[in-house]
């Protein structure tokens, strides 16, 4: 079992910067691909980023290139999301999430085993 505990998010003002952090306390952390998704209210849990279990591998969903960078360090068991020019748009509840290398796209929800409970992110414009 991975318990995901995520931090970081906040309330912050377009433009403005924000980095989530996603911690466990399991030693097989650097075993899984990590992925971010966030889900807007009264709209479904999307793909934001993911990165392999080396670090080497980054994917993001084409609407954040450029602006969310996907990073993981390993000996801290943490992956981070740093989100850099926020638009109102990217306000959500964002949830980070663990699954086996080897099984299936890191896009889709239903290839992760764990997640963690969700961080909130709100940005005014």
């Known amino acids: 079992q991975v318990q995901l505990v995520e931090s970081g998010g906040g309330l912050v003002q377009a433009g403005g910067s924000l980095r989530l952090s996603c911690g466990t306390s399991?030693?097989?952390?650097?075993?899984?691909?990590m992925g971010w998704f966030r889900q807007a209210a009264g709209k479904e849990r999307e793909f934001v980023a993911a990165i392999g279990w080396s670090g080497l591998s980054t994917y993001n969903v084409d609407s954040v290139k450029g602006r969310f960078t996907i990073s993981r360090d390993n000996a801290k068991n943490t992956v981070y999301l740093q989100m850099n020019s926020l638009k109102p748009e990217d306000t959500a509840l964002y949830y980070c999430?663990?699954?086996?290398?080897?099984?299936?796209?890191?896009?889709?929800?239903?290839?992760?085993?764990?997640w963690g409970q969700g961080t909130q992110v709100t940005v005014s414009s």
């Open positions: 999430a663990a699954k086996n290398p080897n099984e299936g796209s890191v896009s889709e929800i239903r290839h992760y085993k764990y």
């Open positions: 399991s030693s097989t952390f650097n075993s899984y691909s």
